[in-house]
C-alpha cells in the first residue's frame, strides 16, 4: 500500500479520535440545503456547536424528525426542482450551503441539476448572500468524464460564475459509516476474501475522512474576504482501490483480502456486478461505480492558502476506518444513534436518517404477540426458563438436528444445557448460547456460540399495556462473507416456522401456568 511522503501538519499529542469544534468569532445565520443528505446532516450540528443560526432546507421536513438537531434548527420546505421555498429558505441568509446532488439517471438529469443550480444561484444573489459552499468531486482535467462527475463540475462552475462569492471543495471517497463509497468498500471486504473486481480497482484515489471533510466545509462559513476559487480537498494518502479494500479489511480485523482485477472496464457491467454481491440498490452502484473510472488525486494543496489544516493534521485512511469502526464492536447489536456516545467520532457514526444498506448487512426475524390477560412477571418465568430441559418451545427435532450439526464441527451443541433450570444471569450458558445482557422482567438477549460464519444473538422484550403483556422476540445475524449469506439463506426458511411457533408456544406456557 502506498503511503504519502509527507503530513499536512506534523503530528502533536492529539490522536485522530480527538476533536474540538471551535466558537466561531463571526456567528453567522447559515442556510443548509441537502440536511437529509449524508454531508448535510453531520454538518448541521457542527455548525451549531460553532455558534452558527442553522436553517435547513429540505423537501420532506418530516425525514428530520429522528435528527437530535431537529429541534435546534429553523427548518423550510424547499422544492429546488421547481423552486418553491428558495426565496423564503434564502432570506437573511449569510453563508449558503449547496450540498445537494441527485443520483438518478434520467435523459434530462445533467440539465436539471443545472437549472436548479442557476435557479439557486439567482436567489442567492437576490436575497444577498456572501456566500455559497459546494461540495463535488475529485476529478481529472481534460478527461472524458462520467455523466455523474461532469455534473457535480457544472455545477460547480455555475456557482463559481454567479454573482455570490463560492468555495467549491472537490473530494474523493469520503471514509464514514453511511458514505456511499465507504459502504460499498465494506460490504465488498466483508463478503469476499478472494475478491473479483473491476480493473477500476487499479484506479488511484485519495481519500478523505467524514471529520476532515467536515472540517473544511465548517471553516468555509469563517474564510474573511472573496474568494470564489474551487479546491481539491484529500488526506494527502494515495492508495488505489484495491490498496483501500485491503487496508479496510485489516482495520476491521478480518482475514488478508485478495483483489484480483478482472476486464470489466464497461462501468454498467462493473455497476451491475457491485449492485449484485453488496446491499447498496442499483440506482446508486451503476452511477458510483462509473465515477471511479478515473483516479481521484487532488491536482494541488491550494486550498492551504485559505484554510490551514487541522491542527492535529488530517487523518490517515486506517485512522478514518477506526474511527467509523469504533462502536460496531463485536457483540454489538443496537447501532442507532446516540447523541451522548461520548469520546466517539460522531460524524463517522450512523444517523437515523441514514440509509438502510449503511453499516454491516445485518438479517433479522421479528415476531410480537400480546399476551392477553398477563403481566411481563407472569410471562417472564417461561422466557427466563428457555433452553436446556425446558426446550426452546418450537420444533424440538429441528433443534436437536442443528444441535448435532454445530457439535460435530466443533461447536457447543445443545450438551451444555443450563447451570439452573428457571434462574439466568449473565454470563450464563444456554445450549450454544450465553446470556448478554439480562433485565428481569423486561429482557433477555443471547448471543450464539455455535460454529457459524457469523455472529448471531436472540432477544426477548416485555412490556405491560392495557391489553396485556407484549412479547417482541428478534433473531439477528450478521453475516461474515460469502459463507454467512449463504448460511442465512439456507436456514431463513426454516425460521418461518420455528420462531412463529416459538413466540405462540412460550405465551401458551405462560398461560397454562397461570391457570394451575
Not at 424528525?65 to 428558495?86: H, N, S
Not at 455523474?148 to 471543495?169: C, K, T, Y
Request: glycine content about 10%; proline content about 6%; hydrophobic content about 40%.
Amino acid at each position: 500500500m502506498n503511503r504519502p511522503t509527507k503530513r499536512s501538519t506534523p503530528h502533536n499529542s492529539k490522536s485522530p479520535g480527538d476533536e474540538v469544534i471551535r466558537q466561531t468569532r463571526t456567528p453567522r445565520r447559515v442556510l443548509v440545503l441537502g440536511a437529509t443528505g449524508y454531508i448535510g446532516g453531520r454538518l448541521v450540528p457542527r455548525l451549531l456547536q460553532a455558534g452558527h443560526e442553522v436553517r435547513a432546507g429540505v423537501r420532506r421536513p418530516e425525514k428530520l424528525k429522528q435528527v437530535p438537531w431537529a429541534a435546534d434548527v429553523d427548518v423550510r420546505t424547499v422544492d429546488l426542482d421547481t423552486g418553491r421555498g428558495l426565496d423564503d429558505s434564502l432570506d437573511g441568509i449569510d453563508t449558503a450551503y449547496y450540498l445537494v446532488h441527485s443520483m438518478g439517471s434520467g435523459g434530462d438529469f445533467e440539465a436539471a441539476e443545472a437549472e436548479a443550480a442557476r435557479r439557486f444561484a439567482s436567489a442567492a444573489a437576490s436575497a444577498g448572500v456572501r456566500r455559497i459552499v459546494y461540495l463535488g468531486g475529485l476529478h481529472p482535467e481534460g478527461r472524458e468524464l462520467s455523466k455523474h462527475m461532469r455534473s457535480r463540475a457544472n455545477v460547480g462552475r455555475i456557482l463559481l460564475d454567479s454573482e455570490v462569492d463560492a468555495i467549491v471543495f472537490n473530494a474523493g471517497i469520503i471514509i464514514g459509516s453511511g458514505s456511499a463509497s465507504f459502504e460499498m468498500v465494506r460490504h465488498l471486504a466483508l463478503t469476499f476474501r478472494w475478491m473479483p473486481a473491476p480493473d477500476w480497482v487499479a484506479n488511484r484515489v485519495e481519500p478523505l475522512s467524514v471529520r476532515d471533510a467536515l472540517y473544511y466545509l465548517l471553516s468555509a462559513a469563517d474564510v474573511e474576504g472573496a474568494v470564489n476559487r474551487s479546491f481539491d480537498i484529500g488526506s494527502r494518502q494515495i492508495l488505489t482501490y484495491a490498496d483501500v479494500m485491503r487496508a479496510f479489511a485489516a482495520v476491521a480485523g478480518l482475514k488478508p483480502r485478495h483483489v484480483i482485477a478482472l476486464p470489466l472496464p464497461a462501468p454498467t457491467l462493473s455497476g451491475i456486478w457491485v449492485g449484485l454481491v453488496t446491499p447498496l440498490p442499483f440506482a446508486l452502484t451503476l452511477p458510483l461505480v462509473q465515477s471511479l473510472q478515473e483516479d481521484a488525486v487532488a491536482s494541488s494543496h491550494e486550498v492551504d492558502e485559505v484554510i490551514r489544516p487541522p491542527e492535529s493534521g488530517l487523518i490517515e485512511f486506517g485512522d478514518a476506518v477506526r474511527l467509523a469502526l469504533r462502536r460496531e464492536v463485536e457483540g454489538a447489536v443496537d447501532t442507532n444513534w446516540d447523541a451522548d456516545a461520548g469520546g466517539l467520532d460522531e460524524a463517522a457514526q450512523p444517523l437515523p436518517n441514514d440509509p438502510q444498506w449503511s453499516g454491516r448487512r445485518i438479517f433479522t426475524d421479528e415476531r410480537s404477540t400480546t399476551i392477553a390477560g398477563l403481566s411481563t412477571a407472569e410471562v417472564w418465568p417461561v422466557v427466563e426458563g428457555v433452553g436446556g430441559s425446558n426446550g426452546w418451545y418450537s420444533w424440538p427435532l429441528a433443534w436437536r438436528v442443528r444441535g448435532i450439526w454445530d457439535k460435530a464441527v466443533g461447536g457447543a451443541g445443545l450438551n451444555r444445557g443450563r447451570r439452573l433450570p428457571d434462574t439466568l444471569r449473565i454470563g450464563d450458558p444456554v445450549d450454544w448460547w450465553r446470556v448478554e445482557q439480562l433485565e428481569r422482567n423486561s429482557r433477555l438477549l443471547l448471543r450464539a456460540e455455535m460454529k457459524v460464519s457469523g455472529h448471531a444473538w436472540l432477544e426477548f422484550t416485555l412490556t405491560d399495556s392495557a391489553g396485556g403483556c407484549e412479547y417482541h422476540q428478534t433473531a439477528t445475524f450478521i453475516p461474515t462473507g460469502v459463507r454467512g449469506r449463504i448460511y442465512w439463506a439456507l436456514v431463513a426458511p426454516f425460521h418461518r416456522f420455528i420462531f412463529p411457533a416459538m413466540a405462540k408456544n412460550i405465551a401458551a406456557e405462560a398461560r397454562r401456568r397461570m391457570r394451575r
